[in-house]
Structure formats: C-alpha cells, structure tokens
C-alpha cells in the first residue's frame, strides 16, 4: 500500500466516493468523545494563506481573516491565535488515548503508521511513524486524523457510521504532545505539497474571499450539522484556547464561558464563532443568553457575519451591553439570513474603550425565524426541544423527553463513552407534542450494559441533538 503523501487514482476507489461534493454540511459530531463539560478548544488553525505543512512563506491567515507574519511557526506561535505558518488542519489538544470518532459516515481509505512529514514543522523530531486514518465521505470531502496512537481502531476497507471509534489520539509521527490533527480534503485524499487539497470544515468569515479557493477552487465551507440554538458542546459552538478562560456553572444549560476584557485587538486572546444550521432563509431574531450576577462587560462586540453567493462576506458589529437583559434570551439584531450555515456570530474578549466590567462571557445563542412555519393555524419552531433525561444517574431505567413542533419520525441512538453505539430505537410518525421514551439499560443484542458513562441522541427532521447519561449500579 501507498503511503498517503503519493499520489493514487480514483479507478482504485468505490464508485460511490466519486459523487457531487456536498452542498452543505455533514459532519455531525465532534471527532472526539466530549469532556464531560466543555469541548476541546481548537489550538492550531488551518493557515488559509497557504495549508501546506512543508511551506513556509512567513504569513498566516486565519479563518476570520486576522493576519500575522509574525510568530507564525510552530513551536513559537502563539496557540489558538497565530499558530501557525502552513498549517492544513484543526489541532485540538486532549488527553491521550481520548476516543476518536467518525464525525460522520464514510468509508476508510487509509489506516495505517508511515513515516511523517520530512521536515517536521518548527524543525522538531519525529516521534516514530505517524499513525493516520483517512476516511471518504462518498460525497467529494475526506477527513483526516493524524498522530493517532497504536493500535488503530479501523482498517482499510471497512464502512464506518457516525461515531464509531476510530482509534485513540496521541503524539506519533511530528508531535510533541498528545493532539488531534483533524483536516478536511476537497475533491482528492492524498497529500500535495504544491497545490493541497485542504479546506477548512469551520469555513471562511473573512471580509475577502478564501484564498483556499485560489489554490484548486474548493472553498471552504462550514461543515458541522447544528440547530437554530447553539451553546457550549453543540456542533455549530467553537471556543479557540486562550490562557484565560473560566468554565461558569450557570447560564443557559447551567454551562458557560467567560474572559477577561481587553481594550486593545492585539492583546486578544479568547474568542468563539457560533454558526447555526437554518433550513430556511429569512428574516431572524438573533438572540443571546447572560447568566445573571456577573462583572460582565458593558461594550461586548458581536460580530455578525452573512457569507455571500460568491464566498465574500458582510459584517455587522453590534456592541452590547452584557449586564442587560440577563437570565434570559436577548434580541441583539434582526437581520435577513440565508439558509444552511451561512451565517455566524464571533466574539472576542476585545471591547469598546469605554466599557466597564471585568469579563465577556461566552453562552448560548439562538437564531429565531420571525416567520415561524404555520402549522393547524399557530406559529411552531421547526426545530424539537430535548429535556434533560430523568433519572440521570440511573439504574437500570431512564425516561427520554421530548417534545417535537412537527409531525415526523424519530430516531434513538445510544453511544458508549468510546462512541460505539449500542443500541438503536426507531419511532415511526410521531404527532406534534412531548413524547416520552423508556429505556432500560441494555445492547441491542439484549445483553446488560456495565455502568458507566453513556450518551444519546435524538433525531427528528434532519436535526440531531444528544445528552450525557450516567448508569450506576
């Protein structure tokens, strides 16, 4: 077998992995197992200047649009921030051996330990062979993992669905400590160092259009599946590390985020995009969610970005004040928005001079439709509510609650802390209104589960949404 930095044809692939690219998102979960309350922040951006790990041209391009030409090379950039020259993928650090998982379904081109870049980024020493899974999605986008420890947990050949463990991140090949590289191609899987194949799956929000699409005319797109309501853990929320950062016990969820406030762009360290999945264009309510009680700032600026036909995009900053309208939803703008995930919103911890208060906190958001879809002559969401599971620890049952705004089927996946899934559950046109599902804690297969950390999710109308379960005998 090739190793993935050759060339290959496409008479050797399944037919199938030759169709139309996608025209709007895919994947639809983390390639990772969650922490039990937060998601990994992203460390190392993709460089839209040009995603090559072996060129180094002293400019990085972030996915905002931010420039640096200085202190852009791995080990010496700045994470989260600069890092770093050349880069083709997301870097998110976590523990090692944390579970990876197939964001989505495809079939596993490359499974495999080869030797790593020559040279290394920042001319450090490879730590052995790279261990590398490369999956096709069967509709013009592959994703990559790199530095994954042995022993992987797929091989090639094998049909993956979402969430299935691929293998365990680590530090082989040109790592120091344990991350995830996670990268997205475009149109071809193999790696080419003069014009690369990668894109960016958190697509592009600066005020030009992608320079990426210069290179082979893939622009990049936002590819994480997500809802009308973005918080802390969704698909469509992306915290980027910063030294400072404080996981809040309250707010929307009882989760959120906070920072200290700058007043200067270039002391920026923290900042989030929340990018709804809208299956229609229209007129929207942006709103906000801020915990109450806090020292929170009074000039926090909310960027609002609407990505354009041909890939530029528009910019409205909408300064708020953080201290009103707390413990609930706040409108901040309403503006026309098209639909799929062509919209977001980016915070940062940079605020007006003359604001006051110590943090900018990062919640939820949510994207309103002003023209809710008409249904038995009322006004209804389109998306679903999903409660909180009850009781949650359990032993050995557990009731999952619901309610749905649209008649439709709906779909129960059960997941492992490894990502497996162990069981599945199909409920056939269920009508509007709160539905409950009892489980008792059994595989598909009958046997009894061991305790231990279990997530489901529930899907109804295209959208998905999961929570944390807790089995404890």
């Known amino acids: 077998m090739k190793a993935p930095t050759d060339k290959f044809h496409f008479c050797l692939l399944p037919f199938f992995l030759t169709t139309l690219w996608a025209q709007g998102p895919f994947l639809e979960i983390r390639p990772f197992v969650q922490p039990t309350f937060e998601q990994y922040s992203a460390r190392n951006h993709v460089d839209h200047h040009y995603p090559s790990s072996n060129i180094e041209d002293g400019l990085f391009l972030r996915f905002d649009g931010a420039e640096f030409t200085n202190d852009v090379i791995f080990p010496d950039c700045p994470s989260g921030s600069s890092c770093y020259d050349g880069h083709a993928g997301t870097d998110y650090y976590m523990p090692l051996n944390t579970p990876i998982l197939a964001p989505a379904g495809g079939y596993v081109l490359w499974a495999a330990f080869s030797p790593p870049a020559d040279p290394c980024p920042g001319g450090i020493e490879p730590n052995g062979d790279q261990g590398t899974i490369i999956i096709a999605h069967g509709n013009g986008y592959f994703s990559c993992y790199l530095h994954m420890n042995p022993p992987l947990n797929v091989s090639v050949g094998e049909t993956v669905e979402t969430g299935d463990t691929l293998g365990f991140n680590g530090n082989s090949g040109c790592a120091i ?3 995830l590289h996670f990268e997205i191609r475009k149109e071809n899987w193999y790696f080419e160092t003069s014009e690369p194949w ?13 320079p990426i699409e210069e ?15 973005v918080d802390d853990g969704d698909n469509g929320f992306q915290r980027y590390y910063g030294p400072e950062w404080t996981y809040l016990n ?18 920026s360290r923290h900042y989030a995009i929340w990018v709804p999945t809208l299956e229609a264009a229209g007129e929207y309510d942006i709103q906000i969610f801020i915990p109450e009680g806090l020292s929170a700032a009074t000039g926090a600026r909310y960027e609002i970005i609407v990505q354009n036909e041909d890939g530029t995009n528009s910019k409205t900053v909408v300064p708020v004040d953080q201290n ?14 098209p639909a799929d995930s062509k919209s977001s919103v980016i915070l940062r ?8 208060g110590d943090y900018v906190i990062f919640d939820a958001l949510k994207f309103v439709n002003t023209e809710m879809k008409i249904s038995d002559g009322q006004l209804v969401p389109k998306n ?3 409660y909180p599971p009850f009781p949650n620890p359990f032993n050995p049952s557990i009731t999952f609650r619901y309610q749905i705004f649209l008649s439709s089927d709906v779909k129960i996946h059960i997941y492992n802390i490894g990502g497996e899934k162990i069981n599945s559950y199909h409920q056939q046109n269920l009508q509007p209104g709160i539905h409950e599902f009892h489980w008792t804690a059994i595989s598909a297969s009958g046997a009894p589960i061991p305790s231990g950390i ?20």
């Open 250 to 267: 309250t707010g929307y969820e009882d989760d959120s985020w906070s920072a200290p406030a700058v007043y200067s762009i270039d002391d």
């Open 384 to 386: 679903f509510k999903l």
């Open 198 to 210: 990668a894109i960016n799956p958190f697509g592009w929000w600066g005020n030009e259009g992608d």
């Open 349 to 356: 911890d940079f605020v007006d001079v003359t604001s006051t």
């Open 324 to 337: 009103s309208g707390t413990g609930d939803f706040l409108t901040i703008a309403t503006l026309d928005l």
């Open 177 to 179: 400590n344990a991350h």
């Open 454 to 473: 279990y997530f489901y999710s529930i899907e109804s109308n295209g959208i998905v949404q999961s929570k944390k379960l807790i089995f404890m005998k």
């Open 215 to 229: 290179i082979r005319g893939n622009r990049s797109e936002w590819l994480w599946l997500s809802t009308e309501l």
